[in-house]
């Protein structure tokens, strides 16, 4: 079963989201903030990791960031999820090392589609 | 000299009495000079007569020896004062008698021996010699001796009375002339006062007063009119000086109250960016808000629809999808409005690439297929051989294209709805031109008037009845305009109708449509890819049939062109945009393609961009000593061209990749309000 780290510090977001992707057969670990989020990467070695970028104190830029400067959690992919749709947030996601980007609302079906394929291409 | 420096009075003065006087002198001088000549002419006959007289007399005497006879005739002479002196000579010479006035003796000057008879002047004397004769013989001489007293007075009488007489005279002539000369110095006098009085007091108003009709009257005439025409012009220069100075006083009011506005304007701007930025904040942060408990909303009613169905409660999954249906509408009405402001900010980027305009249509058609089939509508797509790839924000067409299609599906019941994609020609681009038409409500000329402004639905009963937020058009032509297109709508109530949009084939931003001059110091790899993400090529060509051919041909390769006519030029040119490449044709007029060539590579900035000799001129030799590239020789293989243009693009691209990583192209949330293949976010390489 594959391992799916989500960093969400909304409670009804993290809770949909995640009983959404174990309906899908991802098994879900939740982080309700950047700092647990970053233990967990560690501990738990997620399969992907859906990462909010509006998170209290370590927002999820500075996360990835530091996620993606780890030898051990460099490779793990990262879907930044974030309200805002300027454009310089899409930039400043790819700047900051996500591998995707999607805005929230989440529509399930495109996120999930993104997912599959982080995950198929790590699999490669 | 000093005469030369005198007043003019002066001078007329002493013009006059000189002149005068000497006229008078010498005339005088002249009659005293004849009157007394003949006086003393006068004074010689006389003499002469007394000497015949006194010589007839003392004739006998002389015959007769008689002494004492002759001396009383000589003394008859007392009575004659003139005569000082008379002696009766022998004709042997001898004094034979004497007379002398107021002296006995012999005076000294008597003549030693006798003269020839007549008179003679000697030491202011007159002297007469006579000869005595008696029957026709002579007996004596007589020597007669006037001191000419009477001549010498009536001179110095004359004299004294010219002097007195020219003295008399002189003074008259200066009192008249004095008196005169005004006539002639007063008016010059007179003009110089009022020169003087012009030059001192600049005052130009002051006439001189013409007094006659003389030269001097027109002087003064001349100079009264040469006055009044100074006066004129210093009246209108002054006017003039006047209406500057107002006028500068004006301007300096003007430049204070402009400078005011402007600064009041600057503030005001100040003021409107600052509002417009709260603005953009607010509507992010609101955006933020609003999403993330639609989110939840749409989210769990989505789970809930899932989980309910599975759990067999299909008469509860009718009401989850309502409420689904109207999160994502709310949803569509938030990015609107966020939209709406994106493009108000002017924070709405294009991102431009190059796609095949048939996949986006079937995208499109297969998204709206479910709109369609709901109102039992059939949509039918025809799309124009020559069309294939155009270059432009897919993101935004694709909304463009969703908007048309979705109103067109949405107001027409069971009817058609057709696409028609054609390339159009005109003179300065090529433009792909969609055209959707439909079978529908139709639009009056009332509705047309509003139909792409914000939130002017047709009609507040369409809204109603249909539903939408009367954003999409509007969004839709901003975002026509954003890529420089045209949208418009041809239409009658109830007859369906047509909605064109004609885009640019190739899109490109106001950034890279004019070069910048600020990427001239850059290095080549940074300067050539303009923010459409295209490389450019240089054509450097006099023949502007190679030119054109050598455009359409790289740009379909999808590069961007610039063409040089010249290589003055294309010199310029490739200073200016950095090109990946350029292509150099050889024989031109001016300045040939060595000489361009010898140029480029001579110039450090220019040497490292790669040229490809592209000429009838068939010395591959020469071209590949002077630095070029690669050779081709005219007519040009286009295969092998591509090859080579694709062989430096690759060097290119993998140089950019090495330092910085090449854009992720990206398609942002856009609409939530279907599934639909556009909103997918889909990822793609450049190139």
Redo the contacts between chains.
Sequence with gaps: MQKILLVED?E??RD??S??LQ?RGYSVVNAEDGEKGLLLARSEAPDLILMDI?LPAMDGWEVTRLLKANPSTCHIPIIALT?????TD??KA?EAGCD???????????LS??IENLLTVRKL | MILQNLSIKRKLTLITMLTSSLALILSSVSFLIYDLVSFRHLLTQDLMTQAEIIGYNSAGALEFKDEAAATATLSALTAKEDIVTAVLYRPDGKIFAHYFRGSTTLPSYLPSRLQDKGYRYVGGYLEVFHDVTLNGERVGTLFLQSNMRQWSMRARRYASILIVFVLVSGLFAFFVSSRLQGLISNPILHLEDTMRMVSTNKNYAVRAVKSYGDEIGRLIDGFNTMLSEIQQRDTALQSTNGELKTRTQELEEEIFHRKQTQEELLNAKHAAEEANRAKSTFL?NM??EL??P???I???S??LE?ETRDSGKIENVQDLRKIQAS?KHL?SLI?DV?DLS?IEAG?M?L?LESFEVSQVIEEMVTTLQPAAAKNGNSIHVHLADNVNMMRADITKVRQILFNLLSNACKFTDHGTVSVNVEQIKTADRDWIQFQVRDTGIGISAKQKENLFQEFAQADASIARKYGGTGLGLAITHRFVQLMKGRIWVESEPSQGAVFTVRLPAQVVTETSESAQPESAGKAPAASSETKTGLETILVIDDDPSVRDLMTRFLTKLDFHVVAAANGEEGIRLARQVRPLLITLDVVMPDCDGWTVLNRLKSDSQLAKIPVIMVTVVDNEAMGLDLGASNYLIKPVDRDRLAVLVEKHRVTRSSTITDDNPV??S?V??RP?GS?TAG???S?TRRN
């Design positions: 909304n009804m977001n949909m989201l009983r959404r309906r509006s309200a805002h749709a300027w454009v899409r930039d790819f995707d980007y999607d805005t929230k609302p989440v529509e399930f079906g495109r589609e993104k | 992010a955006s933020h999403r993330t639609l989110n939840a749409i989210g769990y989505e789970m899932e999160g949803l990015n966020l994106k924070k980027v991102h854009p992720l990206y942002a949330d939530a599934k909103t997918r976010v990822r």
